[in-house]
């Protein structure tokens, strides 16, 4: 029961979040324009090109803002019909519970923290399960490795329900440990290609009770402390299916 309650939670945080469109990035946060900076620079480098290569591409979980380095053939999927209702392309459609076929697509996106509202297991069981054999995926996740959770319970906890703050707004949400989800996407038959991590020191601003706004000034450190990307709040990581 507990454990449905914390599902339950997390459900309802995101619809009232992003249930009535609600952007899903807001610009005017530092720490979140921060992390948009960081998924598009990844994508651009390593992503874009099979992306824009590919016959058939899904955007899981899309919000109502797009990406210049995806695809305009991309299927937009969304939970909240709202979040796509000016798209192109759009489905509704649960991550969990994709709407298709057995490995209709070349490439899977799935960012901006999707899989941190939804059960990883389910999730990522579902993306390998419409991925076509040589397809890839570009995954974006928060952890519970990141140092903002250094001596709380959660810290490096494999899955955790946190009560967290969303462009100043409370907000609910799974974070997982990285060797989770690596250990998921193995699993899933996934070879992870290349693997990021960022919010590194700002993560520590927030462990000092920092405001998110203030942390993420920190996150020019980043290129310093990358040795300890392990302790980061988001990674962003690009895998293909290799079975």
Not at 183 to 203: C, D, E, P, V
Request: with cysteine; charged share 20%; aromatic share 12%.
């Amino acid at each position: 029961m507990a454990e449905q309650d914390d599902k339950t939670l997390v459900r309802n945080s995101a619809r009232r979040l992003y249930g009535d469109g609600q952007p899903i990035w807001n610009f005017n946060d530092r720490w979140n324009s921060y992390k948009r900076q960081r998924i598009d620079q990844f994508a651009r480098l390593y992503a874009a090109t099979s992306i824009q290569a590919a016959a058939s591409v899904l955007d899981a979980g899309c919000g109502n803002l797009g990406y210049d380095w995806l695809a305009q053939i991309a299927i937009r999927l969304d939970r909240f019909p709202k979040q796509v209702a000016r798209l192109p392309n759009a489905i509704i459609g649960d991550v969990e519970t994709l709407p298709f076929k057995n490995e209709v697509f070349d490439f899977v996106v799935c960012v901006a923290s999707v899989l941190n509202y939804v059960s990883a297991a389910e999730a990522i069981s579902e993306i390998a399960r419409v991925t076509r054999h040589g397809g890839g995926l570009l995954l974006h996740f928060e952890t519970s490795s990141s140092l903002e959770y250094l001596w709380r319970p959660q810290w490096r906890s494999l899955v955790a329900r946190i009560q967290t703050v969303n462009s100043g707004r409370e907000d609910e949400i799974w974070i997982y440990h990285p060797r989770y989800i690596a250990n998921l996407l193995r699993g899933a038959g996934y070879k992870i290609i290349r693997y990021q991590g960022f919010h590194i020191a700002s993560a520590l601003g927030l462990r000092f009770g920092w405001s998110q706004q203030r942390a993420a000034a920190l996150s020019l450190l980043d290129p310093i402390f990358l040795p300890l990307s392990r302790f980061s709040d988001d990674i962003i990581l690009l895998a293909e299916r290799i079975s």
